[in-house]
């Protein structure tokens, strides 16, 4: 892609960031940006990287958030640039950073770890403990609560097992009071069973 010098204004900045899970556990950032101000554009490329270079890019089309994924343990650093008609790409945005620390590996990233030295999921009435939602699932049997911590996670829950399960969120580091809110940014699907939600604040995005 050709760059160009053409006057686009990008501000990038962080909305969230924290620890993901899918196949594998990994970290992930949620990015937003000014749009351009310059006419024209169809579209933003996101570079990313260990080193301030940025050598991964991501194209998000004509989105001005983004969430990169599958990051690690590290120092990362972004920008975006903003595309043109003609295969013109603009100057890059600020550079911004993120570094992910875990250092009580409980799959909490310590910026939103209130809890140091506890993992942020268990089974209610068992010493059972969980870094995500899905394994602590996996592992409930039929009408076991699932409690979990007033923080911000994310990952997804896939519900496919016959069997009801209660989800309850915002509780303190100690799991006896559950005046805050739980956040998990991702999907739930529920193809077998059933999931409720009840007793606390329970938020999925």
Known sequence: MKRKNLISIILICILAAGFFVRHSEAYYIKL???????????????Y????SQCSNTIDVGNATTAIIDDLTLDTWY?????????????????????????ADLDGVEDFYDTCSNDLPIKISGLPLYFTNLQDAYDTA?????????????????????????????GYD???????????IYGDMEIIDGTIIIENGTFEIK
């Open 78 to 102: 972004f920008m975006a640039t903003a595309y043109y008609v003609g295969g013109y790409e603009s100057g890059y945005s600020n550079q911004i950073s993120n570094t992910f620390v875990d």
């Open 32 to 46: 937003a940006w000014d749009p351009s101000i310059s006419e024209g554009e169809i579209g933003y490329i996101v």
């Open 173 to 183: 580091c100690g799991y006896i009071d559950n005046e805050g809110r739980t956040t």
């Open 48 to 51: 990313y990287d260990t080193i």
């Open 141 to 169: 049997v039929d009408s076991e609560a699932i409690l979990s911590h007033d923080i911000m996670l994310s990952g997804y829950l896939i519900a496919d097992h016959n069997k009801t399960i209660s989800l309850e969120g």
